[in-house]
């Protein structure tokens, strides 16, 4: 079984803050927004490079949007950086109408997704965000799972010409994925071969899934884990492909079950291949303060739940 | 530039297209849109420096973006007749397939159109995306917007009002069409807006008034005002008072037709208030 190393825990904010200051370099149309968080979202350095191109817009998200969205109107490339809850319920409708529906080039770039967050608890804990941006059409979601990827995503997306919904997270996690790769939008990886069950992850939790299959492996449990970066346009051929070899499937994901990753999922299987599945992710819940350990227990998204949620579904084959 | 006569004959024409467009589907908003037609024409045809073809980044040419989208039927009847798109194309207002959707849209590629808009409150931000945009493209063009009086009910547009003043966006005129109506009723029963001007200055902008909104020569004379105090570090809002149904008697002065389509019979007194100029489409 092929197995992963940490190279050092980071965050994947700071992933984003990176791959900004690169683009800050390379690509003069691309412009940046915060709603006062440069500091959370890691955009320091593309603001003292480029003062010019960088928009402290203040605690008015709903502007930034529309801010971005009228930038895009003579060549721009706006990404706008504030936590996963004022990127996307918060300005739900701005970015509907005057970006998916206006078919603007808006990266919406959100940080602090998901239970990690911890302490600050659930009025900043977004676990919808996955489902407010995927439902609307044409728009572009990624979850990258590590501070190497999430630096490839942010540097890739403004390369794709249309609205993009990029989410990562605060606290630091492991770093496993190559340095300096090269980032497909919409394109699997996979990470594991296995021929038990497939393990489909998002965000963090791809981690944890590799985590899981060292404990599978230990019972003989060959599991082929997936990483899923890009929930929409979703590789359904790579999933298809994996189930048709071992028959079921579990996705994992920082995300409520209602609406997130697995639902895409479950979708492509009921179409396609009806396939037992079963979801790691919250349960129709908001989350809590707690440290995000605690939390990412609590509410059953670590590898520990991976691996039950495995046991489940292979009964059910 | 246009003499006023002419200017006169086509808002004239516009008043048809809007009664007209309307009258067809049995939907549509008449009120809003016949009381900003002098403004639209004279917007399009005297105020604005702008391409004959339709580009989306508009680089080198004055920007127009329309805020409260249900008045649709003016925006598209000036648009067409400013050659954007043909004129006969109107015929397509509000029907399945069509470019010209209820409220205006990118979606289906119309020219003219640079944002969708009819949620209300979203395109002050736009507006001043797009004067960023001009600025940092040193491209010395205006950005020009305009906004329903209800629309100013929305919270968006006052961190927009906010964010413009404290980043002295001095390349927009943002018109504000006070027309002290809304759907459920006058502005000032529904939720009175106060001062606007006091606002708008209170919050750092220059304001210009003009009080004849439905006067063509009042508005060109007041927009050469507002068109002068830009580049001065401020951004520039311009009152523009007009009555809501402007040009069809029985429609004015009420909201009663906000978003109502006259019937057959009110069509034909409408229309002979406002005898054919450039001909019908």
Redesign the interface.
Same mark, same amino acid.
């Given at each position: 079984m092929k197995t992963y190393t940490n190279t050092g825990s980071k965050d994947t904010r700071s992933g984003f803050g990176a791959g900004l200051t690169e683009l800050g370099q390379t690509n003069e149309n691309v412009v940046a927004l915060c709603a006062d968080l440069i500091g959370s979202l890691k955009m320091d350095d593309f603001k003292a490079n480029h003062p010019d191109r960088f928009f402290q817009v203040g605690i008015a998200e709903a502007n930034m949007i529309g801010l971005a969205a009228g930038l895009t109107i003579g060549g721009k490339i706006p990404f706008t950086g504030t936590f996963a809850n004022f990127s996307t319920g918060r300005v739900y409708d701005q970015i509907r109408q005057s970006v998916a529906y206006s078919g603007k080039n808006v990266k919406i770039c959100a940080s602090h997704a998901g239970l990690t967050l911890g302490e600050d608890g659930a009025t900043h804990q977004i676990l919808e965000d996955i489902g407010l941006m995927k439902m609307l059409p044409g728009m572009v979601v990624i979850n990258p799972c590590d501070y190497n990827q999430t630096k490839a995503a942010t540097i890739a997306i403004a390369e794709h010409n249309g609205p993009v919904y990029l989410r990562f997270g605060r606290p630091k996690v492991a770093n496993f994925t190559p340095e300096n790769q090269t980032f497909e939008i919409g394109k699997a990886l996979h990470l594991t071969e296995g021929s038990d069950v497939t393990i489909v992850a998002t965000g963090h939790l791809v981690w944890e899934a590799l985590e899981a299959t060292k404990e599978l492996n230990e019972k003989g449990v060959s599991a082929e884990v997936i990483n899923i970066h890009t929930i929409k346009p979703l590789d359904d051929k790579a999933i298809l492909e994996s189930v048709s070899k071992t028959g079921c499937i579990v996705t994992a994901e920082e995300h409520n079950h209602l609406g997130g990753l697995g639902e895409s999922v479950a979708r492509v299987l009921a179409t396609n291949r009806p396939t037992p599945q079963e979801f790691v992710a919250t349960n129709d819940t908001f989350g809590e303060s707690g440290t995000p350990a605690q939390l990412m227990e609590k509410y059953g998204l670590n590898s520990d739940a991976i691996v039950k949620a495995v046991e489940k579904v292979m009964k059910r084959k | 530039m246009a003499n006023i006569q002419q200017l006169e004959d086509l808002t004239t024409q516009v008043r048809r297209d809007i009664l007209r467009m309307v009258h067809k589907v049995n939907s549509g908003h008449p009120g809003g849109s016949l009381g900003c037609a002098e403004f639209f024409v004279a917007l399009y045809n005297d105020i604005m420096e702008r391409h004959d073809d339709f580009e989306?980044?508009?680089?080198g040419e004055d920007?127009f973006?329309l805020s409260n989208g249900h008045i649709s039927p003016v925006y598209y009847s000036v648009l067409a007749r400013s050659g954007y798109f043909p004129v006969e194309e109107l015929n397509t207002f509000r029907i399945i397939d069509s470019r010209l959707q209820g409220h205006p849209?990118?979606?289906e590629g119309l020219p003219g159109i640079?944002? %969708?808009? +009819?949620?209300l409150g979203?395109?002050?931000?736009? %507006?001043? +995306?797009?004067?960023?945009?001009?600025k940092?493209?040193n491209?010395s063009h205006l950005i020009y917007s305009l906004h329903g009086d209800g629309e100013l009910q929305e919270?968006?547009n006052w961190?927009?009002i906010?964010?413009a003043a404290?980043?002295n966006v001095d390349n927009i005129i943002a018109t504000i069409d006070l027309n002290g109506q809304q759907i459920d009723g006058p502005t000032d029963v529904v939720l009175p807006l106060g001062n606007v001007k006091e606002k708008f200055e209170a919050f750092g902008w220059t304001v210009i008034e003009i009080n004849q909104g439905n006067n063509l020569e009042e508005i060109l004379k007041g927009m050469k005002v507002a068109k002068s105090k830009t580049g001065q570090g401020k951004p520039v809002c311009v009152l523009l008072k007009t009555v809501m149904g402007n040009g069809v008697d029985f429609m004015m002065h009420t909201h009663a037709w906000h978003g109502k389509a006259p019937n057959d019979e009110q069509l034909e007194i409408g229309l002979a208030q406002n005898a054919e100029t450039l001909g019908d489409y």
């Open positions: - | 989306m980044d508009g680089i920007l973006f849209t990118t979606h640079r944002i %969708a808009s +009819g949620s979203q395109g002050m931000s736009v %507006a001043l +995306g797009a004067a960023q945009a001009k940092l493209n491209d919270g968006q961190e927009a906010m964010y404290g980043n």
